[in-house]
């Protein structure tokens, strides 16, 4: 199996880093004589490292390491005019440059902090090879691990049209490779080749594409084969692969930058890590596939020409390691891919604090998100974003500390500063199913200091209640509770309104114990939000919450609408049932129960808009749409109301007067059949009738029969009145309803001229 060849060979060059020393450098330099390296260290950018004395040395026998450069000067005399140390105590390295390299420099180094027997270090293996060019009768030959190198075979013009072979030296015998007769060696198979270029020429290549490190060694060129065959010898050196070096720190990020050149820019690309010697496992690729192992704490974004970048935050201990970048049609490293190498190293002793990084949260709750970031730089630009599972993944910023928030975040998502000196703090709330995930810590300075929290969100009720969405009303006063449980006792309540650029504070009123917890109702409490009076200003997003200093806690929601009261709704609503026509009887006996029983008259009964037609029977009520259009008014109702009363207050006297009088005056006799009504003034005073004295009558004619006499016997009248027939005299039932009439109709003339204006009530 070939496919897997070369990340075996990439093995046996980086074997596994040892992590118990903060100092990291490369394991394993190749270079060629005449060649210059330079060789990069990192260690923990602390104060006592940045001004620690940093040193290069060479081991020797017996575990003794001598100097041959130092950070305080010194330089050995091998290494004067062609090696220097500079330090970059700002991003925690130093570099080691030599120039002029020479085989005797090969051997094993180490590059370390404080001194050179004790102090911390990490070691380097370099291997200087010998260079290209001729040496005796051998051509050598150097090329990269992965490259392509052409081995050039003269031969003489005798050999010309015979066949061409290169064979390799392996023991005591030399095998075949290829030859002019189509033959290839199963090694070499799809990426060697013989190539003649014109027949005049007296020179053969060799060409070999993707070179492995099996591929070193010495091959023999032959023209011809007999005694008279032409043959040269080439040494063919593979220089392993420098890999670029990364140094992050547990709990931080790192950024790979890979670039392939533009021949492989519309190529799938992909990052593996080398686990053993059977596979590079895929990290992410850009057809979709991220390892379980990086999950939400990954990112590929392509560029131009080739390029692409890699980003890891939350970084492990496990993360350690060697990585491959590179681009194939099917998303994977295979033989041939074109790939760069990557050597992760991962500090320990860190500098990031450590936080949570998976926190829980119940549906309608709250979650607190402790942020880190690099303190040197307080006034960099926060952001908290959301990772989401896209081709090469993406994260989609939600807020920003400049007050930038996400609209579909609007009242529920806040960055505060505090509590500052490294850590920024984040509140989500209201939190549904689809909150789940993950989310990065950004800041627009130190990258190395990003950081990922998982959300999860689990079964449970929200800690604190309150009321999900209220109406306030414009102008008046507005209490809101919010009820605390007893675990928040000693905690700091408080009442905000959210906006993009923060939750401004607002007076608060404790209430005391709240009924809402059953297990702790005397420690419980209930903090209330007033706003006295209620502006248009005040609609909006509210927070209640606890916070022990500069350490926020659980929070909750809720959105105050504010709206206009319409004022005399309610009576509009009493006009609307009282719109109902009632017939009243124009009986004496039922008027004056309603006069008598006012006070207790409904609302339909007052709302009256005719009165009955005394001749006509039944009559309906007055209409209230005039009354309606003045009733919003107290002033026209009490100037209509007041003459009513008083009408009707008036006709009770009259009519109570004139019964009584009449009770008193009327006696009622009955002569047999005939039944009529004879106020006794009629016998005391017979002229009211008309009536005179006449001493000429007849004693029969003056009296009055009482029986016997015939019913028809005629009466005697005054012969001087007025011929006409005398009316019949009417009964007190029939005066009643007179008077009660003339009432009625008095009573609506004054109410209809009440009507028209005060002024002529």
């Given at each position: 199996?070939?496919?897997?060849?070369?990340?075996?060979?990439?093995?046996?060059?980086?074997?596994?880093?040892?992590?118990?020393?903060?100092?990291?450098?490369?394991?394993?330099?190749?270079?060629?004589?005449?060649?210059?390296?330079?060789?990069?260290?990192?260690?923990?950018?602390?104060?006592?490292?940045?001004?620690?004395?940093?040193?290069?040395?060479?081991?020797?026998?017996?575990?003794?390491?001598?100097?041959?450069?130092?950070?305080?000067?010194?330089?050995?005399?091998?290494?004067?005019?062609?090696?220097?140390?500079?330090?970059?105590?700002?991003?925690?390295?130093?570099?080691?440059?030599?120039?002029?390299?020479?085989?005797?420099?090969?051997?094993?180094?180490?590059?370390?902090?404080?001194?050179?027997?004790?102090?911390?270090?990490?070691?380097?293996?370099?291997?200087?090879?010998?260079?290209?060019?001729?040496?005796?009768?051998?051509?050598?030959?150097?090329?990269?691990?992965?490259?392509?190198?052409?081995?050039?075979?003269?031969?003489?013009?005798?050999?010309?049209?015979?066949?061409?072979?290169?064979?390799?030296?392996?023991?005591?015998?030399?095998?075949?490779?290829?030859?002019?007769?189509?033959?290839?060696?199963?090694?070499?198979?799809?990426?060697?080749?013989?190539?003649?270029?014109?027949?005049?020429?007296?020179?053969?290549?060799?060409?070999?594409?993707?070179?492995?490190?099996?591929?070193a060694g010495m091959y023999v060129c032959q023209a011809g084969e007999d005694s008279s065959a032409d043959k040269s010898n080439a040494d063919l050196q593979v220089l392993k692969p420098d890999p670029e070096l990364i140094y992050g720190d547990l709990r931080g990020s790192v950024t790979i930058d890979c670039d392939l050149g533009p021949?492989?820019?519309?190529?799938?690309?992909?990052?593996?890590?080398?686990?053993?010697?059977?596979?590079?496992?895929?990290?992410?690729?850009?057809?979709?596939?991220?390892?379980?192992?990086?999950?939400?704490?990954?990112?590929?974004?392509?560029?131009?020409?080739?390029?692409?970048?890699?980003?890891?935050?939350?970084?492990?201990?496990?993360?350690?390691?060697?990585?491959?970048?590179?681009?194939?049609?099917?998303?994977?490293?295979?033989?041939?891919?074109?790939?760069?190498?990557?050597?992760?190293?991962?500090?320990?002793?860190?500098?990031?604090?450590?936080?949570?990084?998976?926190?829980?949260?119940?549906?309608?709750?709250?979650?607190?998100?402790?942020?880190?970031?690099?303190?040197?730089?307080?006034?960099?630009?926060?952001?908290?974003?959301?990772?989401?599972?896209?081709?090469?993944?993406?994260?989609?910023?939600?807020?920003?500390?400049?007050?930038?928030?996400?609209?579909?975040?609007?009242?529920?998502?806040?960055?505060?500063?505090?509590?500052?000196?490294?850590?920024?703090?984040?509140?989500?709330?209201?939190?549904?199913?689809?909150?789940?995930?993950?989310?990065?810590?950004?800041?627009?300075?130190?990258?190395?200091?990003?950081?990922?929290?998982?959300?999860?969100?689990?079964?449970?009720?929200?800690?604190?209640?309150?009321?999900?969405?209220?109406?306030?009303?414009?102008?008046?006063?507005?209490?809101?509770?919010?009820?605390?449980?007893?675990?928040?006792?000693?905690?700091?309540?408080?009442?905000?309104?959210?906006?993009?650029?923060?939750?401004?504070?607002?007076?608060?009123?404790?209430?005391?114990?709240?009924?809402?917890?059953?297990?702790?109702?005397?420690?419980?409490?209930?903090?209330?939000?007033?706003?006295?009076?209620?502006?248009?200003?005040?609609?909006?997003?509210?927070?209640?919450?606890?916070?022990?200093?500069?350490?926020?806690?659980?929070?909750?929601?809720?959105?105050?609408?504010?709206?206009?009261?319409?004022?005399?709704?309610?009576?509009?609503?009493?006009?609307?049932?009282?719109?109902?026509?009632?017939?009243?009887?124009?009986?004496?006996?039922?008027?004056?129960?309603?006069?008598?029983?006012?006070?207790?008259?409904?609302?339909?009964?007052?709302?009256?808009?005719?009165?009955?037609?005394?001749?006509?029977?039944?009559?309906?009520?007055?209409?209230?749409?005039?009354?309606?259009?003045?009733?919003?008014?107290?002033?026209?109702?009490?100037?209509?109301?007041?003459?009513?009363?008083?009408?009707?207050?008036?006709?009770?006297?009259?009519?109570?007067?004139?019964?009584?009088?009449?009770?008193?005056?009327?006696?009622?006799?009955?002569?047999?059949?005939?039944?009529?009504?004879?106020?006794?003034?009629?016998?005391?005073?017979?002229?009211?009738?008309?009536?005179?004295?006449?001493?000429?009558?007849?004693?029969?004619?003056?009296?009055?029969?009482?029986?016997?006499?015939?019913?028809?016997?005629?009466?005697?009248?005054?012969?001087?009145?007025?011929?006409?027939?005398?009316?019949?005299?009417?009964?007190?039932?029939?005066?009643?309803?007179?008077?009660?009439?003339?009432?009625?109709?008095?009573?609506?003339?004054?109410?209809?001229?009440?009507?028209?204006?005060?002024?002529?009530?």
């Open positions: 199996m070939t496919r897997f060849f070369i990340f075996v060979c990439l093995l046996v060059v980086f074997p596994v880093v040892s992590m118990k020393s903060p100092i990291f450098g490369p394991q394993e330099v190749s270079r060629v004589e005449g060649d210059s390296v330079s060789i990069r260290c990192f260690y923990p950018s602390t104060s006592v490292n940045r001004h620690s004395r940093k040193y290069w040395c060479r081991q020797e026998a017996k575990g003794r390491c001598t100097t041959l450069i130092s950070s305080g000067g010194y330089v050995s005399d091998d290494y004067k005019g062609r090696a220097n140390l500079t330090n970059f105590p700002e991003n925690g390295t130093f570099v080691i440059d030599v120039v002029q390299l020479t085989q005797n420099d090969s051997g094993r180094y180490k590059c370390g902090l404080g001194i050179s027997s004790r102090g911390l270090s990490f070691d380097v293996s370099l291997e200087v090879s010998r260079g290209p060019g001729q040496i005796n009768d051998v051509q050598v030959y150097t090329a990269d691990l992965g490259r392509t190198v052409t081995i050039s075979c003269p031969f003489k013009a005798a050999n010309l049209q015979k066949k061409k072979s290169v064979c390799k030296m392996m023991s005591q015998s030399c095998v075949l490779i290829a030859d002019t007769n189509n033959y290839m060696n199963p090694s070499y198979e799809g990426r060697a080749h013989i190539s003649i270029q014109g027949t005049s020429q007296l020179v053969f290549s060799f060409v070999i594409n993707q070179i492995q490190l099996s591929d021949e492989v820019k519309s190529v799938p690309k992909f990052l593996c890590r080398l686990k053993n010697e059977e596979a590079c496992d895929v990290v992410i690729n850009t057809l979709k596939t991220k390892s379980p192992d990086f999950e939400g704490r990954i990112l590929l974004t392509t560029g131009n020409n080739g390029r692409f970048t890699v980003h890891i935050t939350g970084l492990k201990k496990e993360d350690a390691g060697l990585y491959l970048c590179g681009a194939d049609s099917d998303g994977v490293p295979q033989k041939g891919s074109s790939t760069q190498a990557w050597q992760l190293f991962v500090n320990e002793e860190t500098q990031i604090p450590q936080s949570r990084s998976v926190v829980k949260g119940v549906v309608g709750s709250s979650v607190v998100v402790s942020c880190p970031y690099n303190p040197k730089e307080k006034d960099s630009l926060k952001y908290w974003c959301r990772w989401e599972e896209t081709q090469n993944g993406r994260c989609r910023q939600l807020v920003e500390s400049n007050g930038l928030v996400d609209e579909q975040y609007e009242g529920r998502l806040m960055l505060y500063e505090e509590p500052g000196n490294g850590v920024y703090t984040v509140i989500l709330n209201q939190l549904t199913t689809q909150d789940a995930g993950f989310y990065w810590c950004l800041t627009n300075g130190d990258i190395s200091w990003r950081s990922v929290v998982e959300l999860k969100i689990v079964e449970g009720e929200p800690s604190l209640k309150v009321s999900k969405n209220v109406t306030a009303w414009l102008g008046e006063p507005f209490k809101l509770p919010c009820h605390f449980p007893c675990k928040f006792y000693s905690s700091e309540k408080y009442w905000c309104k959210w906006s993009n650029t923060g939750c401004r504070t607002l007076p608060s009123q404790d209430q005391g114990a709240s009924q809402a917890f059953v297990n702790c109702s005397q420690q419980s409490q209930i903090t209330s939000l007033n706003l006295n009076p209620v502006t248009k200003e005040d609609e909006g997003w509210y927070w209640c919450g606890v916070k022990d200093g500069l350490q926020y806690g659980e929070t909750a929601a809720v959105y105050v609408a504010v709206e206009t009261r319409v004022k005399g709704t309610q009576d509009a609503r009493q006009a609307s049932a009282a719109g109902e026509e009632v017939a009243i009887e124009p009986r004496a006996r039922d008027v004056e129960n309603k006069v008598l029983l006012g006070p207790s008259l409904s609302a339909e009964e007052r709302a009256v808009k005719k009165v009955g037609d005394p001749a006509g029977g039944r009559g309906v009520l007055a209409d209230s749409s005039s009354s309606a259009a003045q009733g919003g008014s107290s002033k026209v109702l009490v100037s209509v109301l007041v003459p009513v009363a008083l009408v009707l207050a008036l006709g009770v006297v009259v009519i109570g007067v004139l019964r009584a009088r009449h009770r008193k005056n009327v006696d009622r006799i009955s002569i047999r059949s005939y039944r009529t009504d004879i106020s006794m003034s009629d016998f005391e005073n017979s002229r009211d009738f008309g009536a005179h004295d006449n001493t000429a009558a007849s004693p029969d004619t003056q009296e009055t029969s009482l029986g016997g006499k015939d019913e028809s016997a005629p009466t005697i009248e005054d012969t001087t009145e007025t011929k006409e027939p005398k009316k019949a005299k009417r009964s007190s039932k029939e005066e009643a309803d007179a008077a009660f009439t003339a009432f009625l109709l008095q009573a609506n003339n004054m109410a209809a001229g009440a009507q028209d204006g005060p002024r002529e009530a």
